[in-house]
């Protein structure tokens, strides 16, 4: 396997939780109550996972193999990327203020919500699109054999320092459960 397709995979994993998170909000907005212990499973998958495991495989082993590649940061796939990384922080805190601002089914509480989570969705899917179909494919041409060996394996490091060991297979129980209680 590639460390593009390992990102690739994780990209899907993303991409499930999107649809969960425009599930919560269409429930929200029906003003129909929502456990506290999704809002914070759907936290903890965007700030551990998607971000400090995700993201930072990508800003701290990926961008630097491709710059040692030839890729420069002048050509702007990377800054461009690096800069959408930390907008994704930024909307992924507002979303958990709003989800944290959420006790009861209210109206108010649930505009914040729904607007924050379609924000959210629709940056991280652009900014997923640009990495499958721009970056990863730079990458692919770029990064030999040997150097994506050691970026699998710094991934996997990075991971168990970050989660834990066997944290990220824990993810996909979680996932289930929640595409269940919000299907599409």
Not at 10 to 29: D, T
Not at 41 to 52: E, P, S
Not at 105 to 120: G, L, N, T, V
């Amino acid at each position: 396997m590639r460390c593009t397709q390992e990102l690739m995979e994780e990209h899907e994993s993303i991409k499930l939780m999107l649809s969960i998170m425009q599930g919560v909000a269409q429930r929200v907005a029906r003003l129909q109550p929502v456990p506290e212990r999704d809002f914070g499973d759907i936290a903890r998958f965007l700030t551990v996972f998607v971000d400090r495991c995700h993201h930072v495989s990508e800003e701290k082993y990926v961008f630097p193999a491709l710059e040692r590649a030839g890729v420069g940061r002048e050509s702007g796939i990377i800054n461009a990327l690096l800069a959408e990384h930390e907008q994704g922080r930024q909307i992924t805190a507002l979303l958990i203020k709003a989800f944290e601002g959420y006790r009861s089914p209210e109206a108010s509480a649930a505009k914040w919500i729904k607007k924050s989570a379609r924000d959210y969705c629709t940056f991280l899917r652009h900014h997923i699109h640009k990495e499958n179909y721009v970056l990863y494919p730079a990458a692919e041409g770029r990064i030999g054999k040997e150097e994506d060996a050691r970026l699998l394996e710094a991934f996997e490091a990075h991971e168990s320092e970050e989660l834990g060991p066997g944290k990220h297979e824990a993810l996909d129980p979680m996932l289930s459960r929640l595409k269940q209680a919000y299907p599409e």
